[in-house]
């Protein structure tokens, strides 16, 4: 898994690459609490390079989702593979996330 | 600690690092001979290095470091004290295990630049051992956390050897790592069998518990007779309350109507089962689009409903099948497991289960299992 982020416009855009799962689910965690503790209320997560993701990454995601929306912020996703996508379905995590199907509509 | 039988070294080194000594830099304590030695250790536990002579009454230094070796402390250091060209001595030191040796007369700016490079690797080395022993620790936790998993889940087979109208077959392969997946069933009156699958993100004693809790309320509800998805908001509700930085569960859960033949069920974001119908083909559960269990509170869960007919069965499984790995970094997947599933026309329920647990078992030969493999399997008789 890689990621990286960047500012644009009000957003802070991370782009998570590869696979999330059990072996590295706390870096993306560590990353995302620091983001939001410093102060990032809008966060944009382009997810056109992620393969997999398992249950423990799902729930780093829930986490993420929880904690802006309590200091009222904004947590988008964006760009699924059709493999994400389908497991965010099955997850019923289409209703409670908003997911977009391009960065541009994520960050506008 | 110095061991020396040579009584005038102690002023000597105190004097030369007083300075240590008086920053708390360094602590010395005196022996005299391999006997003494040993027992100071008993009284001064902290000691990391010593310092030994060779030639000493009562027992030698060649001696003491056999007795240290015993004692099989690799944060405590040895370093040997020989006249200069005894090299014989010193070749049998450090065979039986000195750390360094120092020859006589002492040089005192070698002796600290040696007392500073083993106490170096004595921290390094019990530092280490912590760390050991914190693994040893979580080890045990997390055998702890297994033995609530396994002590769970029903596995006695057939459980209700009595009924011929369904027969009902489980099975949990845990992950090195222990999971959270779990499977139940229970009757909730004389026609009517309650049959549930789940899976806890995450892993350890919090998963553990969290499935133990969950389940535990979904039996609870169930076995009030409510329907499938009222159970699920009822538990969702108080799992809720349970779950710390968002832990969640996926829960399958069917009710089984004997006598009508009618799968009621409430899907909270479990991937859905397999219907295997008597003639062979397959169909899914369609999902319902319902959110997991123990992160939203309020959230609506629907009931659906499904008619099988005798010789029909259904299959519940957790992603730990589909998403097993093989040596090529392939996802076990669905298509592979819906093409083994037409093959297990008039198979039973536990023939069903064991042959998908070894198609993935030889599909991920040779990579560790990442996630816990379960699998349930129904079949209605009428």
């Given at each position: 898994?890689?990621v990286?982020?960047?500012?644009?416009?009000?957003?802070?855009?991370?782009?998570?690459?590869?696979?999330?799962?059990?072996?590295?689910?706390?870096?993306?965690?560590?990353?995302?609490?620091?983001?939001i503790?410093?102060?990032d209320?809008?966060?944009?997560?382009?997810c056109?390079?992620?393969?997999?993701?398992?249950?423990?990454?799902?729930?780093?995601?829930?986490?993420?989702?929880?904690?802006?929306?309590?200091?009222?912020?904004?947590?988008?996703?964006?760009c699924?593979?059709?493999?994400?996508?389908?497991i965010?379905?099955?997850?019923?995590?289409?209703?409670?996330?908003?997911?977009?199907?391009?960065?541009?509509?994520?960050?506008? | 600690?110095?061991?020396?039988?040579?009584?005038?070294?102690?002023?000597?080194?105190?004097?030369?690092?007083?300075?240590?000594?008086?920053?708390?830099?360094y602590d010395?304590?005196?022996?005299?001979?391999?006997?003494?030695?040993?027992?100071?250790?008993?009284?001064?536990?902290?000691?990391?290095?010593?310092?030994?002579d060779?030639?000493m009454?009562?027992?030698?230094?060649?001696?003491?470091?056999?007795?240290?070796?015993?004692?099989?402390?690799?944060?405590?250091?040895?370093?040997?004290?020989?006249?200069?060209?005894?090299?014989?001595?010193?070749?049998?030191?450090?065979?039986?295990?000195?750390?360094?040796?120092l020859t006589k007369?002492?040089?005192?700016?070698?002796?600290?630049?040696?007392?500073?490079?083993?106490?170096?690797?004595?921290?390094?080395?019990?530092?280490?051992?912590?760390?050991?022993?914190?693994?040893?620790?979580?080890?045990?936790?997390?055998?702890?956390?297994?033995?609530?998993?396994?002590?769970i889940?029903?596995?006695?087979?057939?459980?209700?050897?009595?009924r011929?109208?369904?027969?009902?077959?489980?099975?949990?392969?845990?992950?090195?790592?222990?999971?959270?997946?779990?499977?139940?069933?229970?009757?909730?009156?004389?026609?009517?069998?309650?049959?549930?699958?789940?899976?806890?993100?995450?892993?350890?004693?919090?998963?553990?518990?969290?499935?133990?809790?969950?389940?535990?309320?979904?039996?609870?509800?169930?076995?009030?007779?409510?329907?499938?998805?009222?159970?699920?908001?009822y538990?969702?509700?108080?799992?809720?309350?349970?779950?710390?930085?968002?832990?969640?569960?996926?829960?399958?859960?069917?009710?089984?109507?004997?006598?009508?033949?009618?799968?009621?069920?409430?899907?909270?974001?479990?991937?859905?089962?397999?219907?295997?119908?008597?003639?062979?083909?397959?169909?899914?559960?369609?999902?319902?689009?319902?959110?997991?269990?123990?992160?939203?509170?309020?959230?609506?869960f629907?009931?659906?409903?499904v008619?099988?007919?005798?010789?029909?069965?259904?299959?519940?499984?957790?992603?730990?099948?589909?998403?097993?790995?093989?040596?090529?970094?392939?996802?076990?997947?669905?298509?592979?497991?819906?093409?083994?599933?037409?093959?297990?026309?008039?198979?039973?329920?536990?023939?069903?289960?064991?042959?998908?647990?070894?198609?993935?078992?030889?599909?991920?030969?040779?990579?560790?299992?990442?996630?816990?493999?379960?699998?349930?399997?129904?079949?209605?008789?009428?």
């Amino acid at each position: 898994m890689e990621v990286t982020d960047v500012k644009k416009g009000e957003f802070l855009v991370i782009n998570i690459s590869g696979r999330l799962d059990t072996s590295n689910y706390g870096e993306l965690e560590k990353k995302l609490i620091g983001f939001i503790e410093s102060g990032d209320k809008k966060i944009a997560v382009d997810c056109s390079g992620l393969n997999y993701i398992s249950s423990s990454g799902l729930r780093v995601l829930l986490m993420a989702l929880k904690k802006i929306t309590a200091a009222g912020g904004k947590f988008h996703l964006c760009c699924l593979q059709d493999n994400i996508r389908e497991i965010f379905e099955i997850a019923g995590f289409t209703s409670i996330f908003r997911v977009f199907n391009t960065l541009d509509e994520a960050i506008a | 600690m110095v061991v020396d039988d040579e009584v005038d070294l102690e002023p000597l080194i105190r004097q030369k690092f007083r300075k240590q000594i008086r920053t708390g830099e360094y602590d010395f304590v005196f022996a005299h001979n391999g006997l003494e030695a040993l027992a100071s250790l008993i009284e001064f536990p902290d000691i990391g290095i010593i310092l030994s002579d060779i030639n000493m009454p009562e027992m030698d230094g060649l001696t003491l470091l056999t007795k240290l070796k015993e004692l099989k402390n690799p944060s405590l250091k040895t370093v040997i004290v020989s006249a200069y060209g005894d090299m014989e001595n010193i070749r049998v030191a450090m065979n039986r295990g000195a750390f360094d040796f120092l020859t006589k007369p002492i040089n005192f700016d070698d002796l600290e630049i040696t007392i500073n490079k083993t106490l170096e690797e004595t921290l390094i080395q019990r530092k280490a051992l912590h760390e050991h022993d914190q693994l040893i620790s979580i080890r045990h936790d997390l055998n702890v956390a297994r033995e609530i998993q396994q002590g769970i889940l029903p596995k006695t087979f057939p459980p209700f050897p009595n009924r011929t109208d369904f027969e009902i077959f489980a099975n949990m392969v845990a992950a090195k790592e222990v999971g959270g997946d779990f499977y139940d069933f229970f009757m909730i009156d004389n026609d009517r069998l309650g049959f549930v699958i789940g899976d806890v993100s995450g892993k350890g004693i919090p998963a553990a518990i969290f499935m133990a809790v969950s389940r535990t309320l979904i039996r609870a509800t169930g076995l009030k007779g409510m329907p499938a998805g009222e159970c699920m908001h009822y538990a969702n509700n108080l799992l809720c309350n349970e779950s710390v930085s968002c832990m969640f569960v996926t829960v399958f859960y069917g009710i089984m109507n004997m006598k009508t033949g009618e799968m009621e069920y409430a899907n909270a974001g479990h991937n859905p089962p397999y219907i295997l119908k008597k003639d062979g083909t397959i169909e899914m559960v369609p999902t319902t689009g319902d959110i997991i269990l123990g992160c939203f509170e309020d959230q609506p869960f629907k009931s659906e409903k499904v008619i099988l007919s005798p010789g029909d069965g259904v299959l519940l499984f957790t992603d730990g099948v589909t998403e097993a790995f093989n040596k090529a970094d392939e996802v076990y997947g669905d298509p592979r497991l819906e093409s083994l599933l037409q093959t297990m026309k008039d198979f039973s329920a536990e023939k069903i289960v064991m042959t998908i647990a070894d198609d993935v078992n030889t599909y991920a030969m040779g990579v560790a299992q990442s996630d816990d493999i379960t699998l349930l399997s129904l079949k209605y008789n009428g």
